[in-house]
Nanobody, 112 residues
Framework: QVQLVESGGGLVQPGGSLRLSCAAS????????MSWYRQAPGKQREMVAT???????IYADSVKGRFTISRDNTKYTVYLQMNSLKPEDTAVYYC??????WGQGTQVTVSS
């Protein structure tokens, strides 16, 4: 019964920014570790960023210093602020809770 809906993706130029949102329902959001994953064409899905219930943040080396994960428990939403975007950031981005299926994700395309 967990439902996660990603939004905020789009087309952006290299060096640009996007903020992704993940709205949750059917989940005890405040106690869950939440993560953002991405999958690029021909690549395996990888963890991009994680935030624990206590606010501890973990990032993939490839995005450190550029991406920021945050959460607003009152809105049952997790965010991914992406700055200084690179073409290699192009992927479908998914949010993930400990329970539930993968959703459709949101497409991020970084291209000039």
């Amino acid at each position: 019964q967990v439902q996660l809906v990603e939004s905020g993706g789009g087309l952006v130029q290299p060096g640009g920014s996007l903020r992704l949102s993940c709205a949750a329902s059917g989940v005890i959001f405040s106690i869950y570790t939440m993560s953002w994953y991405r999958q690029a064409p021909g690549k395996q899905r990888e963890m991009v960023a994680t935030i624990t219930s206590g606010g501890i943040k973990i990032y993939a080396d490839s995005v450190k210093g550029r991406f920021t994960i945050s959460r607003d428990n009152t809105k049952y939403t997790v965010y991914l602020q992406m700055n200084s975007l690179k073409p290699e950031d192009t992927a479908v981005y998914y949010c993930r809770a400990p329970i539930g299926d993968w959703g459709q994700g949101t497409q991020v395309t970084v291209s000039s």
